[in-house]
């Protein structure tokens, strides 16, 4: 039943896929009782021929294993039964097949069987820059209900029954300048390096009868989770349902109409700590450090989440071979501000043009005037009284954003400066010199220009 759940409801090629692949990860995982080890692909050394973690991880070649009571078995991961029985490639043998060369190992001595293994291995210096490209991607994916032109809404961006170990650029250009674009190729192109012209891991109909699939699944649910807790400015569509999971993908339904009954994108996009499991540190290293969850999510008047990283004018696009490629990418002009905490008094910090003629606050009157961002003061407690929620106070992490975009051109040109000014119950407040605003927490802006 697990196999056909993959075979008949697995989605790729939008945002959905590695959200749906968590909960088939955790389902199993809630059936089994047990934790699912990943297979690291991406370790530093998995393209190096002659290192231990080049090619398929010995767990999965082996022929037998002994229970603890003692008797001898056929090793399940290596001898696991495919669809009806029949292996896709060789209805005769009712096995799973893999790409011989990885199945046969590593060749001890020199000659055409080790100059294929060492150009086999070699592969993984491909999707590592692939992987590597897509954690560098400030947007996520293509929105399930914003599709690129051409494409129909909900619709995947690509389509692809099989599986090859170098998988063209061309099925997946719409949608580079994404994490998901990038990351999918990778992510079938080691399909493809397993499964080889004749396995069922190159096959997506057959994907999921090889044991080897969950292992693989959990280190990309683990590169994933990286990518999300470096990005918590990732927008997704929250209430798309993740059918046929239900209960938080600890059971399923395959049969309720009812979109509400499944669990959510937004269900599982929280921290895998949330959701009962974490990942240790691998065996060998990544052949990179991964991102810390160092970057910022603001929200804009209207809640518009913007990832506040700088981005050069191009994003990088993977060829086969070169990460010369580039796909434009529009930006646009915020004034951030950060460490923002609350206060007793309230401000008001308007942002103008340089070389204003005016300093009216109105954006119709006055084309230099940019944008104000207003800070409400918690207020003074009555005398000889408590202040309430004084702990709040404290906390000095918000991050706040004015819109510059209707200025982008000028601002870029001319530059900008701010005014701060303290009500502090008076009608006309008191405007602060540059020297006292400057000194506090979350009252100097800066400009930064965003992915819009």
């Known amino acids: 039943m697990l196999t056909y759940i993959d075979a008949w409801w697995c989605l790729h090629y939008q945002e959905a896929t590695f959200f749906w692949h968590r909960c088939y990860l955790r389902y ?44 001898t078995h056929k090793n399940p991961l290596r001898w696991a039964y495919s669809y009806l029985g029949r292996s896709k490639s060789d209805p005769a043998t009712p096995y799973v097949q893999r790409n011989p060369i990885l199945v046969k190992g590593r060749p001890s001595q020199p000659g055409p069987d ?43 961006w690509a389509a692809l029954p099989a599986f090859k170990d170098n998988m063209p650029d061309s099925d997946y250009t719409v949608a580079y300048g994404t994490f998901d674009g990038h990351f999918e190729q990778a992510h079938d192109n080691f399909h493809g390096w397993v499964g080889g012209k004749i396995g069922e891991m190159a096959d997506n109909t057959y994907t999921a009868f090889d044991p080897i699939f969950l292992s693989y699944h959990c280190n990309m649910d683990r590169l994933f989770e990286h990518y999300l807790r470096s990005n918590p400015g990732t927008k997704v569509t929250a209430e798309f349902p993740l059918r046929p999971f239900t ?79 580039s796909k434009t990418v529009k930006l646009k002009p915020v004034i951030v501000f950060e460490q ?61 954003v004015i819109d510059a975009e209707a200025v982008a051109a000028r601002i870029k040109k001319t530059g900008w400066f701010q005014k701060v000014k303290e009500l502090d119950g008076s009608i006309e407040g008191r405007l602060m010199p540059d020297h006292e605003w400057k000194t506090k927490k979350g009252f100097a802006g800066k400009l930064l220009w965003v992915v819009k």
């Not at 160092?294 to 191009?314: Q, Y």
């Open 28 to 71: 199993v995982e809630e059936l089994i009782d047990f934790p699912i080890p990943y297979w690291n692909g991406f370790a530093s050394d998995a393209a190096d021929p002659d290192s231990p973690y080049a090619g398929i991880p010995d767990i999965f070649l082996e022929e037998n294993y002994t229970d603890p009571d003692g008797i």
């Open 340 to 400: 923002v905490g609350c206060t007793v008094a309230s401000y008001e910090i308007d942002i103008f043009l340089n070389g204003a003629k005016s300093q009216v606050t109105d954006p119709i009157e006055n084309p230099d005037f940019v944008g104000r961002l207003f800070r409400m003061g918690m207020g003074k407690p009555p005398t000889g009284a408590e202040l309430k929620n004084r702990s709040r106070c404290l906390k000095d992490t918000v991050t706040r």
């Open 114 to 156: 080790r100059d294929a293994w060492n150009k086999h291995i070699s592969l993984f210096n491909l999707y590592h820059q692939q992987i590597v490209t897509s954690m560098q991607q400030p947007v996520f994916s293509l929105p399930q209900y914003n599709p690129t032109p051409g494409v129909t809404a909900e619709a995947a």
């Open 247 to 325: 209960q938080l993908a600890k059971a399923l339904d395959i049969d309720n109409p009812n979109s509400w009954a499944y669990t959510t994108i937004g269900d599982v996009a929280k921290p895998t700590a949330a959701l009962g499991y974490v990942y240790a540190a691998p065996a060998s290293p990544d052949i990179f450090e991964l991102p810390k969850p160092t970057s910022r999510n603001a929200k804009a008047s209207g809640g518009v989440a913007l990832n506040l990283v700088r981005v050069p004018e191009k994003l990088s696009s993977p060829s086969t071979n070169t990460l010369q490629a």
